[in-house]
Each structure stands twice: as C-alpha cells, then as structure tokens.
Nanobody, 126 residues
Framework: QVQLVESGGGLVQAGGSLRLSCAASGVSIRTYVMAWFRQAPGKEREFVATINWSGGRTSYADSVKGRFTISRDNAKNTVYLQMNSLKPEDTAVYYC???????????????????WGQGTQVTVSS
C-alpha cells in the first residue's frame, strides 16, 4: 500500500520559516516526479512546487518563487519543502503528491499525480 505522509506544518508568524516533509512508504519514489500543492479555505487546490527524480530540476509557482525550496532525499524516500519569508496568504493545507511515472517530466497539473498525502496545515499569522 502506497502512502505519502506529510509532517512539519504548524502555526508561524509572518516572516518565519517552516520545513515540510513527505515520507513515502510502500513504494520507492526515487525515479518519480514529486510535488507540493496547497489548498486555502474556500479556494481550489493549487500547485506550489515540483521536483524531478534526481532533484536536478525544479519548478515553482510564481507566488512562492524565491521563498520556497523543494528538495528530496531518495535514500530516505522523502521530499521536503523549505518555506521561508512566510506570508499570511501562504496559509493552507499543504499536500504532497507523487506522479509515479518513471523519469517523467515536471508538471504542475494535479491530474497528472497519482498518489496524494493527507495534508498538513500551515497557518501564518500577521
């Protein structure tokens, strides 16, 4: 059974930092594109960042570019999202997603991702 489990969310003041983790089990993610999405209250889920299998290529939503960094440790079967200079508008439930296509291309379209975590809440106070 494939599971993606996010952790690291919480409450932080504006300008602060958080590091999210996504631990995979039941499958090795080392050849797969992984991504982070988020969903704010009353809004649709949106793309945040994606990373290729090796970690050598990444892509970000314009709203987080320069503040967030996606990375991965394939030996630990884990993907990370380092979030700096957080803003109240970053408040959302953050989801990890796995595309599960061997050596696949980066994509921001959530329909391309097969596996999803349960989400972790990030709240940024002003």
């Amino acid at each position: 059974q494939v599971q993606l489990v996010e952790s690291g969310g919480g409450l932080v003041q504006a300008g602060g930092s958080l590091r999210l983790s996504c631990a995979a089990s039941g499958v090795s993610i080392r050849t797969y594109v992984m991504a982070w999405f988020r969903q704010a209250p009353g809004k649709e889920r949106e793309f945040v960042a994606t990373i290729n299998w090796s970690g050598g290529r990444t892509s970000y939503a314009d709203s987080v570019k320069g503040r967030f960094t996606i990375s991965r440790d394939n030996a630990k079967n884990t993907v990370y999202l380092q979030m700096n200079s957080l803003k109240p508008e970053d408040t959302a439930v953050y989801y990890c997603a796995g595309r599960m296509v061997v050596y696949g291309d980066l994509t921001e379209y959530e329909g391309e991702y097969r596996y999803w975590g349960q989400g972790t809440q990030v709240t940024v106070s002003s």
